[in-house]
């Protein structure tokens, strides 16, 4: 039981959120900070990081794997245009692939390892307003406690 409620702590977004809004790369890709978050905001372009429809929970007790949904949005008025959106986001999924070979932040759930889930998909809103969508899985498992 212990395990399965630690498990419940190891929240793949707020790790993925706290890397990605300083990342340099993603911060150039985006044209400016304060623009990575869990909504749809302005100033655009915008990442909205937020947890996915799918994955794999597996035991519900360890190494688990639940998919976050990257969304990269356009301006409503449709600037940046669809190719220029879509390489942003392969750059901030690029950013999320390198947090498994960084040191372990005390606090933060362990990532153990990000893939893509198989879906790219251009999907803009019903407003017009672009949007690109990218499921990502991610490994991870809660931090270990010491002691009893």
Do not use: F
């Amino acid at each position: 039981m212990a395990a399965t409620l630690e498990l419940a702590d190891a929240d793949p977004v707020s790790a993925i959120l706290t890397w990605l809004q300083k990342h340099t790369r993603v911060t150039d890709a985006l044209g400016g900070p304060g623009r990575v978050s869990g909504i749809a905001e302005a100033p655009w372009p915008h990442l909205r990081v937020a947890h996915g429809p799918g994955g794999d929970m597996r035991t519900l007790t360890w190494a688990t794997q639940p998919e976050v949904t990257l969304e990269v949005y356009g301006d409503p008025g449709g600037w940046p245009g669809q190719a220029e959106l879509r390489r942003i986001i392969l750059v901030c999924a690029a950013a999320v692939t390198e947090l498994p070979d960084t040191p372990h932040i005390p606090g933060q759930p362990v990532i153990s390892g990000v893939r893509s889930s198989g879906t790219l998909l251009w999907s803009p809103l019903v407003d017009g307003q672009p949007r690109w969508l990218l499921g990502l899985l991610v490994t991870l498992h809660p931090q270990a406690r010491a002691g009893p």
